[in-house]
């Protein structure tokens, strides 16, 4: 193989003991030890980098700040990590066309934090929003409690810059909402963890940041008294901005052995609602939602300042990485199943046996279900098990992933459980777009 040292315009990593730290994310799945990283810094190292790949028969494996929790960006048998933490770009916010343009390298809490200096906002925040980077949000349609309202990633995305197969960055998509010359290529690639093409920068849509929000705690004396609530308020009008739940075990945990403000959570179990609509924290909102949530909500606490709302979410916010930090070899799914379907979900999950504890996104259906006792479990028994809560989602109208992506973690069961039709028709994209197979290879499909 001709040696990567001779790319243009980039940074080679060779040494074994720094290429270990890039065989895993924030996944259970451990990859391949790569040949080598390869940090771009300019059209030229990809130009370079495709020829290479083509030439000498390796994979291409994008990665950010390795963050992801499907196995995404870690290596397959003879790839080179693409590293873009150091892709050259600046944050540009457009007011007037209420955009904003970032690389893929950029930092997600810069680009939020760059639209609310605007008075915009950008809605994705994943849990991972202070250290993750943009393009793994972009690559897995990232989504986060504000999924409940404003939708994923995608639905914020104006346009992309991509590198393709011909070894030359294209752009796809305009500075305007307004774009129907033919479908939207760029939205192909959003989510498409990598497999097309390598995403390396972005044009996203910006909205108005919200004045006023009202949080809410919502503890319950039966749990199971929450799994109606996010239909209920769909129904009567109610949209919150997010609508975040701690099951019985969970809560008992963070009780138990969280930090000081967990350790204060009522309940048997734990709802977090929040609501940024012009006059939520008016009486007359908050009385008529009491009245809505009937008496679920006779011992409903609202926030009382921005100390406090902001340490409600800093709870929230640490869970999954206190979950893993006492359940180091722990198992989290990220299943959807429709609002209307939540109650027979968590009663056929309990019929299952399966030994699961569930928090996250119950607004938009979006759980994360744990199966802390993972690594204990015979190999074959957890993939049994997994395949089983998947195959309950999915038979419910739902999915396996909500928005950590496939990767390889999921792959087996997305080939398995998916309708053939839809594999065909990505496997000929794929076969379209990357004729040599060199973009992420052995991922989702």
Same mark, same amino acid.
């Given at each position: 193989?001709?040696?990567l040292?001779?790319?243009?315009d980039?940074?080679v990593?060779a040494?074994?003991?720094?290429l270990?730290?890039f065989r895993?994310d924030?996944?259970h799945v451990?990859?391949?030890?790569p040949?080598?990283v390869?940090r771009?810094?300019g059209? #030229?190292a $990809? *130009?370079?980098?495709?020829?290479? &790949?083509? %030439?000498? /028969?390796?994979g291409?494996? +994008?990665?950010?700040?390795?963050?992801?929790?499907?196995?995404?960006?870690?290596?397959?048998?003879?790839t080179?990590v693409?590293?873009l933490?150091?892709?050259?770009g600046?944050i540009?916010?457009s007011p007037?066309?209420l955009?904003?343009?970032?690389p893929v390298? #950029?930092? $997600? *809490?810069?680009v939020k934090?760059? &639209?609310? %200096?605007s /008075?915009?906002?950008y809605? +994705?925040d994943p849990n991972?929003?202070e250290?993750?980077?943009?393009?793994g949000?972009?690559a897995?349609n990232?989504?986060?409690?504000n999924a409940?309202?404003?939708?994923?990633t995608r639905?914020?995305?104006l346009?992309?810059?991509?590198l393709l197969a011909?070894g030359?960055v294209h752009?796809?998509?305009?500075?305007?909402?307004? %774009?129907?010359a033919?479908p939207?290529?760029?939205?192909?690639?959003v989510?498409?963890?990598?497999i097309f093409?390598?995403?390396?920068g972005?044009t996203l849509?910006?909205?108005?940041?919200p004045?006023?929000h009202?949080?809410?705690?919502?503890?319950v004396k039966?749990?199971t008294?929450l799994?109606?609530l996010?239909?209920r308020l769909?129904?009567?009008g109610?949209l919150?901005s997010a609508f975040?739940?701690?099951d019985?075990?969970?809560l008992?945990?963070l009780r138990?052995?969280g930090?000081?403000?967990?350790?204060?959570l009522p309940?048997?179990?734990?709802a977090?609602?929040e609501f940024?609509?012009r006059?939520c924290?008016?009486?007359?909102f908050l009385?008529?939602l009491a009245?809505?949530?009937g008496?679920v909500?006779e011992?409903l606490e609202?926030a009382?300042?921005a100390?406090?709302?902001e340490?409600?979410?800093a709870?929230r916010?640490?869970t999954?990485?206190?979950?893993?930090e006492?359940?180091p070899?722990?198992?989290?799914?990220?299943?959807v199943?429709?609002?209307s379907q939540?109650?027979?979900f968590?009663e056929?999950?309990?019929?299952?046996g399966?030994?699961?504890?569930s928090?996250g996104?119950?607004?938009d259906?979006?759980?994360?279900?744990n199966l802390l006792?993972a690594?204990?479990t015979p190999p074959?028994?957890?993939?049994?098990?997994?395949?089983?809560l998947?195959?309950?989602?999915?038979?419910?109208?739902?999915?396996l992933s909500g928005e950590?992506?496939i990767?390889?973690?999921?792959?087996?069961?997305f080939l398995?459980?998916?309708d053939?039709?839809?594999?065909e028709?990505?496997?000929g994209?794929?076969?379209t777009?990357?004729?040599?197979?060199?973009?992420n290879?052995?991922?989702v499909i």
């Amino acid at each position: 193989m001709k040696p990567l040292s001779s790319l243009p315009d980039a940074t080679v990593l060779a040494d074994p003991d720094v290429l270990e730290a890039f065989r895993r994310d924030e996944s259970h799945v451990a990859g391949c030890m790569p040949l080598a990283v390869v940090r771009p810094h300019g059209p #030229a190292a $990809l *130009r370079g980098l495709v020829r290479l &790949a083509r %030439a000498e /028969g390796f994979g291409l494996v +994008p990665r950010g700040a390795g963050t992801g929790k499907a196995g995404g960006c870690v290596p397959t048998s003879r790839t080179v990590v693409v590293d873009l933490s150091e892709w050259p770009g600046a944050i540009q916010v457009s007011p007037q066309d209420l955009c904003l343009t970032a690389p893929v390298s #950029a930092p $997600l *809490r810069e680009v939020k934090a760059k &639209a609310a %200096a605007s /008075g915009l906002f950008y809605p +994705p925040d994943p849990n991972s929003w202070e250290s993750c980077a943009l393009g793994g949000t972009l690559a897995t349609n990232a989504g986060g409690p504000n999924a409940c309202k404003y939708g994923m990633t995608r639905n914020w995305v104006l346009g992309l810059d991509v590198l393709l197969a011909d070894g030359e960055v294209h752009t796809f998509g305009i500075r305007s909402v307004k %774009a129907n010359a033919g479908p939207n290529l760029a939205q192909l690639f959003v989510g498409s963890e990598g497999i097309f093409g390598l995403i390396l920068g972005a044009t996203l849509r910006l909205t108005p940041q919200p004045r006023e929000h009202a949080t809410l705690l919502l503890p319950v004396k039966r749990w199971t008294d929450l799994l109606d609530l996010p239909g209920r308020l769909a129904e009567a009008g109610f949209l919150p901005s997010a609508f975040e739940f701690f099951d019985p075990a969970v809560l008992a945990e963070l009780r138990a052995h969280g930090p000081e403000e967990a350790r204060r959570l009522p309940g048997e179990a734990l709802a977090i609602l929040e609501f940024d609509e012009r006059g939520c924290a008016s009486d007359a909102f908050l009385e008529a939602l009491a009245d809505l949530l009937g008496p679920v909500a006779e011992s409903l606490e609202i926030a009382s300042g921005a100390r406090q709302r902001e340490g409600i979410w800093a709870v929230r916010r640490l869970t999954s990485a206190f979950l893993k930090e006492r359940h180091p070899k722990k198992v989290s799914e990220d299943i959807v199943v429709p609002r209307s379907q939540l109650r027979l979900f968590f009663e056929r999950l309990e019929a299952t046996g399966i030994p699961a504890v569930s928090y996250g996104h119950l607004g938009d259906g979006n759980l994360h279900v744990n199966l802390l006792a993972a690594g204990d479990t015979p190999p074959d028994e957890l993939e049994a098990q997994l395949m089983t809560l998947f195959r309950l989602a999915v038979d419910l109208g739902g999915t396996l992933s909500g928005e950590h992506g496939i990767g390889l973690a999921k792959r087996d069961a997305f080939l398995a459980l998916s309708d053939p039709a839809h594999i065909e028709v990505l496997r000929g994209l794929k076969r379209t777009l990357d004729p040599d197979g060199i973009f992420n290879p052995g991922k989702v499909i």
